[in-house]
């Protein structure tokens, strides 16, 4: 399996972007790089995810580099409610494509 | 509107009484997953339903066994809970089990163990 690697915490101003990086320096081809993120107390919740281009949707945007080995996750305008714990996983095939959670970046933000 | 629902939100069970967790969706999706959580862990993986087909985790203790009667329905038997498994219990459902499909995830039921 293509392992993560994230910051285990990091701080950001509310209303300023987050950019939360990810390296997955071993990740394959056909790989695709999700993120998750879970607020205290609740199940986790689906970001964005991406193979090779960038993404965005309402939530989020994913840069991915021209490699593949590293990826980041942009929230645009982060507010209070965007504090949790943010999960870069790389799904591979060769475990059936099963979520695998490591230990995530806790995001503050603060006021 | 709740599309994977665990029930109950917190659950109390004694050392070595069996506990039954369970977990209902609404998306008609194939897939179903049962995740553990303890305190300050990332989310594990125990084991996962593709239609009736069943597939149990390596290192998932023989405690912890499954029933998916229908594509609604999932429950998660603990036949006796120890002290470790007081945890938070994370019910999934995807459509399919492919690399570009989403896993949605319920609230969560949280076990205490006393």
């Known amino acids: 399996d293509a392992k993560t690697t994230q910051p285990p915490s990091m701080d950001c101003a509310e209303g300023r972007a987050a950019n939360l990086p990810c390296n997955h320096s071993?990740?394959?081809?056909?790989?695709?790089v999700y993120w998750y993120r879970q607020i205290h107390s609740q199940g986790p919740q689906y970001i964005i995810h991406g193979l090779k281009n960038n993404e965005t949707n309402e939530m989020a945007s994913l840069i991915i580099t021209e490699d593949r080995k590293s990826s980041t996750l942009i929230l645009p305008h982060a507010t209070l409610r965007d504090t949790a714990v943010y999960y870069c996983i790389v799904r591979s095939r060769s475990n059936d494509y099963k979520l695998s959670f490591g230990a995530g970046t806790t995001v503050t933000v603060r006021a | 509107d709740a599309m994977v629902i665990q029930n109950p939100r917190y659950q109390v069970t004694q050392f070595g009484k069996p506990v039954t967790l369970s977990c209902s969706q609404t998306l008609n999706h194939n897939v179903m997953y049962w995740y553990q959580q303890k305190s300050s862990q990332a989310p594990k993986l125990l084991f996962h339903?593709?239609?009736?087909?069943?597939?149990n985790e390596a290192d998932t203790p023989d405690n912890f066994q499954s029933r998916r009667p229908n594509t609604s329905f999932c429950f998660l038997d603990i036949r006796s809970p120890g002290l470790g498994d007081a945890a938070m219990y994370l019910c999934?459902?995807?459509?399919?089990?492919?690399?570009?499909?989403?896993?949605?995830f319920g609230s969560g039921t949280q076990l205490s163990v006393l």
């Open positions: 339903y593709y239609d009736k087909d069943f597939n």
């Open positions: 999934a459902t995807s459509g399919q089990q492919l690399e570009n499909e989403k896993l949605f």
């Open positions: 071993t990740i394959s081809g056909n790989e695709y």
